[in-house]
């Protein structure tokens, strides 16, 4: 973690807000496992998003040095492909988030009264891994002439942050009425 956070530090430009993003979102999967441990629940699925976002994070890196790479290449195509793998690195990043928040907002109900503020930081960073995430896909489909690609990956991100916002509500508003 310590080797992470001084690379996050740095003036290099990996691991940057998509790496940050997935990892909003191991947090948040880390904070409900903790919790569904606390009250006896089993949660796989949870454990699994947690892997696939700790992988998010790694894939992150890997896709902003492919964009870095075929800048440096000059070639249309290969920056084309770059950018595109580089939008859909976070719209999977906030896909899983999204899966995070759905288990957390099972998990509130059912989850140990006195970890319930627990369930509510989790939602916030699940949610901070949605929008750091799409923050991330409006900024490569910035430079993306694929209309077409560009409005497929506008909608799916405009449905996950619809749902993720709601999704995040209705969790702090039960977790504020049990405070």
Not at 87 to 104: G, N, Q, Y
């Amino acid at each position: 973690m310590r080797e992470f956070l001084d690379r996050l530090a740095s003036k290099d430009p990996v691991p940057g807000g998509g790496s940050v993003a997935a990892l909003s979102g191991v947090l948040a999967s880390c904070l409900g496992l903790m919790v569904c441990n606390l009250s006896d629940i089993q949660n796989e699925k949870l454990e699994n998003l947690r892997k696939d976002l700790e992988e998010l994070i790694k894939k992150d890196e890997d896709a902003f040095n492919g964009v870095i790479a075929a800048y440096k290449s000059k070639n249309k195509e290969l920056k084309k492909e770059a950018l595109k793998k580089a939008s859909i690195v976070p719209l999977k990043t906030s896909e899983k988030s999204l899966e995070v928040l759905r288990e957390l907002r099972e998990i509130v109900e059912k989850g140990k009264k006195s970890a319930i503020t627990d369930i509510g930081v989790a939602a916030l960073l699940a949610d901070s891994g949605i929008k750091g995430a799409i923050l991330n896909i409006k900024i490569n489909t910035k430079y993306i002439k694929d209309e077409v690609f560009v409005r497929e990956i506008e909608e799916k991100y405009r449905k996950i942050e619809k749902e993720g916002e709601e999704l995040k509500k209705e969790i702090l508003s039960i977790v504020e009425e049990s405070l």
